[in-house]
């Protein structure tokens, strides 16, 4: 508990310096050593600063940045970047990475920062979860920025949610938007769909029956009630294979029932005496229809 607090303050002594949080901090946290070597405000010149590599936003409203870079020609930075120092004359964003390329646009030749001593673990760290907290970033950028704190920081989804504020199933439900087709990725990164959406057609395990209710989404302006809807009509079958055990019914016709429910993103049924049968596979209209036909490739 003790460690969770320790890094807790070192990222609040990168985003503050008030002298009073400071002499707070847990000294025992090498994350708070290293940032506690330089803090003053200083003047860099702006061809000195190189963005951050680990920056996790990748689109910036190019817009917003006009408007403010024409705040900034008025006002002035009202609040500074933070760097980190790399050599005499060079800089690496830390935060404020808006700011930055805004005052750029604006014509400043000088920039007032906060100077950090940061290695590039704590970069990483620090700037996913600084953005994470105070940047609007769309849930594909969240998601991956969980994702990176995981696997490049070697966060568990325990810890990564203390880090971030977030509650485990948060951070899962998240983590399980990058297994959604790409086109579905893009579209819930453009807001052309919700959240609520994407939470609903990921609970489908087959891509050709996300994508068919993906295009149903675009198509028919659906909503994420009507979404949820569909998403039970079409995993109805498969779940109630897997749950319930018809009796009489051979074990190996039960896994291809499965198997066939889960390929075809709804419920099959399979008939046989041991030498003759049947396969039955319903739709819920002539688009579906044309879904299963194309996973038929007929």
Do not use: W
Not at 103 to 126: C, F, H, I, W
Not at 203 to 219: A, P, R
Not at 277 to 288: A, C, T, V, Y
Request: proline content about 4%; hydrophobic content about 35%; glycine content about 4%.
């Amino acid at each position: 508990m003790s460690k969770k607090k320790a890094l807790g303050r070192g990222l609040s002594a990168l985003l503050s310096d008030s002298e009073d949080e400071r002499s707070e901090m847990d000294i025992t946290s090498p994350a708070t050593v290293e940032l506690m070597t330089t803090s003053n405000l200083n003047e860099i010149a702006v061809e000195e600063i190189e963005t951050n590599p680990f920056q996790p936003r990748q689109h910036f409203d190019q817009e917003a940045l006009k408007e403010l870079a024409d705040s900034i020609k008025l006002h002035g930075i009202i609040q500074p970047i933070t760097v980190r120092k790399l050599s005499d004359h060079q800089f690496q964003l830390i935060s404020g990475e808006r700011r930055y390329q805004a005052s750029k646009l604006a014509g400043l030749t000088a920039l007032p920062a906060y100077v950090r001593t940061a290695n590039d673990q704590q970069m990483l760290e620090m700037a996913l979860i600084e953005n994470i907290q105070r940047e609007n970033l769309n849930p594909i950028e969240i998601s991956l920025s969980y994702q990176r704190l995981i696997s490049e920081c070697n966060l568990k989804q325990e810890e990564l949610g203390d880090r971030v504020g977030k509650n485990r199933t948060t951070v899962t439900n998240y983590l399980r938007l990058l297994k959604l087709p790409p086109d579905i990725q893009i579209a819930l990164r453009d807001n052309r769909i919700s959240m609520g959406h994407a939470r609903a057609i990921i609970n489908i395990d087959d891509s050709s029956s996300q994508l068919f209710i993906f295009k149903k989404i675009i198509t028919d302006d659906l909503s994420v009630r009507a979404v949820e809807s569909m998403v039970r009509e079409l995993t109805q079958g498969s779940k109630e294979s897997l749950v319930t055990k018809p009796q009489g019914v051979p074990k190996e016709i039960q896994q291809l029932q499965s198997t066939l429910s889960s390929h075809f993103g709804t419920k099959i049924t399979v008939k046989s005496d041991g030498k003759k049968g049947d396969i039955r596979i319903p739709f819920l209209s002539m688009e579906d229809l044309n879904r299963i036909l194309d996973i038929l490739k007929i």
